[in-house]
C-alpha cells in the first residue's frame, strides 16, 4: 500500500526517507530510466488526450514500486505537490527534500538536488547539466488555487471528441489545463526550466505534481461513480478503455486504461482524499420562461436537466446576447450524445428541434468561443404539432427497412405482447447496430440491451416477454455511425 501525503506535512524521517529513495534510484539509473520513459513517448500518445491520466498514474505506480525497494518501506508513498498551499516559500521547497527555486541563470544550488549532486538527462540518456528552476517567469506567476481546482472537479464527462486538447465539456482537458483555469499544465510552467520539456522528470517534483493530478481525478472518481473513463471504444488507437498504452511495459499491472482505474485496488490511498457531494443540476421545466445563467470563468459547461413526459416535438433554446454551443444527451443518460448545435437561434443563440421520446435529459451549455464569458437564459418548450408517430413492429409481421441517416441518430419502435412467451427483435443488414428494448407500457424502464448478439454485427434480443407494449431503440454502435438496418420481431 502507498499512502500519499501532502508534501509540506511530512515530517523530517518521511523526507529523509523519500530523498534517499529517489537519489538510490538515481545511482542505480533506475531514475533516469523514468525520465526516458516519459521523453520518448509520443506526445500525443500521453497528452492532450484521454489517456493523459491513466498514463500517469501507471508511471507513478511504477516509480512508488521503485522506492519501495530500494526504502524497504512497502507504505512508502510518492507525496503529492498541494498547489494551493505549495508556494515558493513552502516547506516543500526547503533544503531537505526539494531545494528551493534556481538562481539568476535558473540553477538550483540548494537541496539535494542541486548542482554538483544532481545531473538531468536529455531523451537520449546523456548528461545535460544540472537542474534548472525559474519559479513564476514563464507567464504564470501564480498556483492553482483551491476554488480552481473545486470548479474543475465539478466538470462532466471524462472526456468528449475529438479526443485532444480541443474536448470540450472534458472533466480529463480540464484537469489536464487546455482549457478551464489551467491546473496540470500550469504546475509545469510555475517551475519552469527542467520541468518544460518532455525530460520534465528530470526534476522530481514532477512527481509529486501529478501525484496531485492523480489526487484530484481519484477524488472525482469517488465523487462520480457512474462517470467512466471515456472513449470505451471509438477513439484513435490508445486511447480507449481496452487499448495498450503507449511506452508502457508489461509489469506488475496492466498497460491499459482499464487496469488502473481503480485507485483503492492499486493500493493507493490519499491522505486527506475528499467525497465532495454531486452538484445539484438544474432543472428545466418544459413551458417555463427562460433560466437565467451565465459562463462566469473560461471553459465552464452548464449543465441543466428537463422531463419529457411523453413523446413529441420538443424545441431547447437560448436567448441573449453570448454566443452558446448546445449539447443534448439522454435519454435518461447523461453521457449518451443526441446532437449539438451552435447558431441555430436568433443571432448567435444556438436551438435544437426534435421529436424526443419520454425520459431524463440533460442539456450542457458552453460558450462557442473557450475564453469566453458570458450571459445567456436557456428554456424548452413542446411545440403543438403531432408528433410522427413511433413505427410499430407487427410480430411475425413484414421488416420495417429503415436507416441511421446521421450522427447519434436513434430510432424508436413499439409493438404489442397480447400472449407472454418467447419473442426476438432482430437487425439484418450490413450496418452494426445496437439495441435496447423498454417496457412494459413505458419508454423509461431498460429491460434488455444487446449489440452483436445477431449475424454479422447486427443486435439481437430474444427473451421472455409478458404482455404489454414495449418500445425498442436502434442506434449505430459507433457514436458517428451510418447507415441502412431492417427490424422484424418474431414469436419464440
Known sequence: M????????????ERAEFVDAILTLKAEGIYDQFVLRHANAIMNAIHRCPAFLPWHRRFLFDLERELQRVSGNPNLGIPYWNWPSGGA???MWNDDLLGGNGDAGGVVRTGPFRAGQWTVVNSSGSPAGPLMRAFGQNGFPTLPTQAEINQVMAVTPYDVPSWNMNSNPSFRNQLEGWIGPNLHNRGHVWVGGSMLPMTSPNDPVFFMHHCMVDKIWHEWQLRFPNQ???????GPFGQNLTDPMDSTPSGQIG???IDVLDSTALGIVYDDA???????????????NPMQADIGAPGEVDVFRF?????G???LFTTGSSDTFMTLFGPNDPNIEVTSNDDGGENLNSQIGRNLSAGTYYLRIRLFSPSATGNYAVAV????????PIPELVVDGASINAAIAAANESDLYRFTITTGGIYTIQTTGTTDTFMTLHGPNSQLPEIARNDDGGASFNARIRRQISPGEYFVRIRHFSPVGTGPYSIRITRG
Not at 502507498?2 to 524521517?13: G, Y
Not at 418548450?381 to 410522427?388: D, F, I, Q, S
Open 255 to 257: 498497460p491499459r486504461p
Open 307 to 311: 422531463e419529457v413526459p411523453s413523446f
Open 228 to 234: 467512466g473513463y471515456l472513449p470505451a471504444s471509438g
Open 274 to 288: 475528499v467525497v465532495q457531494p454531486q452538484p445539484e443540476i438544474p432543472l428545466l421545466i418544459v413551458g417555463a
Open 2 to 13: 502507498a499512502i500519499r501525503k501532502d508534501a509540506n506535512t511530512l515530517s523530517a524521517a
Open 381 to 388: 418548450r413542446a411545440e403543438g404539432n403531432a408528433p410522427n
Open 89 to 91: 516559500n513552502a516547506a
Open 313 to 315: 416535438p420538443y424545441t
